[in-house]
């Protein structure tokens, strides 16, 4: 309210509180606006063409207990994400692609698939815009429980599948804040020409 028809605004909707477990891959769930009221003003589409960062990831990456521990929903909070306040220190469009209880190998809580499958969608084929995508933020392997080799391997093909959506893509790959997977990490950061993030006493 008190807004002037004659000013341009642009507005934000972030979504907060929802759960892990919440059925959002199915096509039929999420979030849906169906009008906007401009009263005396009109309504413009708008494009963000700031220089997009994605954060790949987990429940770590999806910002679940951003608020604390347990996972409930009033833990969780979209506005206070890591990535996202990384990304607008940055002056860059945030994209999150994290999922609860995802991994290079395991499929997640609420139905979601492993990360491979759902790296460049958000609900079944639906596909994320990522148009301006310059940099790549991976950090995932908490709930992974597969081999060392055939993790790295996973790693590394993840890693080229970005790089070949995305040429020219800066990839940054991080250490899983529990250490899971560190030597394996660092080798895949090495094989793929990417700058590996050390997060040993980050929480």
């Not at 028809?5 to 959002?24: I, K, L």
């Not at 890591?82 to 991994?103: D, H, K, S, V, Y």
């Not at 290079?104 to 809580?109: C, K, P, R």
């Not at 790549?136 to 392997?141: P, T, V």
Request: hydrophobic share 40%; charged share 15%.
């Amino acid at each position: 309210s008190g807004l002037s028809a004659d000013a341009a605004y642009t507005f934000e909707v972030a979504v907060s509180g929802s759960h892990e477990a919440d059925p959002r891959w199915r096509r039929d769930c999420g979030l849906n606006v169906i009008k906007i009221l401009a009263g005396a003003g009109k309504v413009a589409p708008w494009a963000d063409t700031r220089p997009a960062i994605i954060f790949i990831g987990d429940s770590i990456v999806e910002g679940i207990c951003a608020k604390g521990a347990p996972s409930l929903p009033s833990n969780s909070c979209g506005e206070k994400v890591f990535g996202r306040l990384i990304a607008e220190a940055l002056g860059m469009q945030p994209i999150i692609n994290g999922f609860g209880g995802t991994g290079l190998a395991v499929a997640g809580s609420g139905g979601f698939p492993d990360t491979p499958t759902s790296i460049f969608n958000y609900q079944h084929d639906r596909p994320v815009r990522q148009e301006h995508a310059q940099a790549a933020y991976i950090q995932i392997g908490t709930n992974d429980t597969a081999a060392a080799s055939t993790w790295q391997a996973l790693l590394v093909t993840l890693v080229c599948r970005i790089k070949q959506r995305y040429p020219g893509v800066v990839v940054f790959l991080a250490r899983p804040f529990n250490g899971k997977y560190e030597a394996q990490v660092i080798a895949a950061a090495t094989a793929t020409g990417s700058t590996y993030l050390d997060t040993t006493g980050m929480t």
